[in-house]
């Protein structure tokens, strides 16, 4: 009896294929009937993610799934796809692309694509310095990448023009911001430490619908995958909120332990050119502080830090940030200096001992030390990737020419260790372009 019931349901089974079989002919023989071209229905699905599927810079144009071989124009709405059956549909959508599109709906629902989020503040004659900062961030990166860029209204039209004749790579979109501050107190806000500076304070209240957020100074280039740095959110226990650097590794030239008025985190400090935050964590999170024994939130505690400290910090909202986590240190998640490599960590001797082993992994030129000849090995990294182009061939020839350049700096203390500066900026070369066009 068993032998017989296996028999049946195998029976069943065989009949259910040859109908689906027979539904998937169908469709295609009306398709060619009605004119719809040959194509395979594999490329029309190739079509449909190419086109929805991944990011593009914003104002560039892209064939969605509309844009179906022959001009028909009948796989316009995939939407449609989702709640009928393929043989089923409309007369102006095409079935079997549908039938397709629905086996790999649940491997794209199953696996959606991360973007990572960067902002960056730029005001004065800062716009180069950005432009190679967000190129160094996609030469490298294989996720795709968010740029928020708050920058001053004269310089949007500059911003958009270079970054939309970047457009081909489609491996990035951006947004630009005007800057802005809470209006009651704008005007003491833009001129804390540096004009806009302070702006980066602001980045939980402004960007209320992105979760996490890797804010960097415009002197920043990194040497390494923006991935590798977000990838340390996973890292972040239950209580961290923000991850920064040691202001200084050596207390003896430190400057918090040596010259602050104010409280600060830890030894020496963090330093805040380079802040990877869990933003829906700060939105959320009520603050320890010495103002009142009420916890206030983020968007709360800000004007009265101000106000109590305002006479005492140099460093603007720098040191508003070193009294917030001086206050609540269990909410810091602290990285190493190879992650925010300053002229500090080399200016009197070496004093980052992970760039030492491992190489820097993002350079914060801060002091203007690409623009001067103070500190040419940082000025030298700069203009490699400041005249790099995004072929192959170009990134993968920076190494010789830099390495030169390099060795004419080691009457410096910083060009006596200037292995450290292209030791991982060779790894990221060799694991992402080694392999030649013709290899790939």
Not at 10 to 17: D, Q, R, S, T
Not at 59 to 82: E, I, N, Q, V
Not at 111 to 136: F, Y
């Amino acid at each position: 009896m068993r032998r017989y019931l296996r028999v049946v349901v195998l029976c069943l089974a065989c009949g259910f294929c040859s109908l689906l079989y027979a539904f998937s002919q169908l469709a295609v023989s009306l398709e060619e009937g009605a004119g719809g071209g040959g194509g395979k229905p594999q490329a029309a699905v190739a079509s449909w993610l190419a086109g929805g599927g991944r990011g593009a810079v914003r104002g560039t144009g892209g064939a969605g799934p509309a844009a179906h071989p022959g001009g028909s124009g009948r796989c316009k709405d995939f939407s449609l796809c989702y709640w009928n059956p393929y043989w089923m549909l409309p007369s102006d959508v095409c079935g079997m692309n549908c039938f397709w599109e629905a086996a790999f709906r649940y491997s794209l629902k199953i696996q959606p694509v991360e973007k990572m989020h960067l902002a960056v503040v730029a005001c004065g004659e800062r716009l180069e310095e950005t432009m190679t900062m967000l190129k160094s961030a996609i030469i490298f990166s294989m996720k795709p990448l968010q740029f928020h860029i708050f920058a001053e209204d004269q310089l949007h039209h500059s911003f958009k023009d270079r970054l939309d004749s970047w457009s081909f790579l489609q491996t990035f979109n951006y947004t630009l911001y005007p800057i802005t501050f809470p209006s009651e107190n704008a005007a003491e806000w833009k001129k804390l430490f540096k004009p806009c500076a302070s702006q980066r304070l602001f980045l939980p209240l402004i960007l209320k619908e992105v979760d996490s957020l890797l804010y960097v100074d415009t002197d920043i280039l990194f040497l390494r995958p923006v991935d590798d740095i977000w990838s340390l959110l996973k890292k972040f226990n239950s209580t961290q909120i923000a991850a920064m650097a040691p202001e200084h590794e050596e207390p003896r030239v430190g400057w918090y332990n040596r010259f602050a008025r104010h409280p600060y985190y830890g030894k020496t400090g963090v330093n805040s050119g380079v802040m990877l935050m869990n933003m829906t964590r700060m939105r959320r999170k009520y603050f320890k502080n010495d103002m009142t024994t009420v916890r206030l939130q983020w968007g709360d505690i800000l004007m009265p830090l101000l106000k109590k400290y305002k006479l005492n910090i140099t460093w603007g909202d720098q040191d508003l940030l070193n009294i917030v986590f001086f206050h609540n240190p269990e909410s810091l998640f602290v990285f190493p200096c190879q992650w925010n490599y300053r002229p500090d960590h080399c200016i009197y001797g070496s004093n980052c001992q992970e760039a030492e082993e491992e190489g820097i992994f993002i350079l914060h030129g801060n002091r203007g030390v690409y623009h001067d000849d103070k500190q040419p090995a940082f000025r030298a990294v700069y203009e490699a990737l400041r005249n790099c182009s995004f072929e192959d061939d170009n990134i993968r020839s920076l190494l010789k020419p830099l390495e030169l350049e390099l060795q004419k700096t080691v009457h410096t203390y910083c060009g006596k260790i200037y292995k450290i500066f292209i030791k991982q900026l060779a790894k990221s070369v060799r694991d992402r372009y080694a392999t030649s066009p013709k290899e790939k």
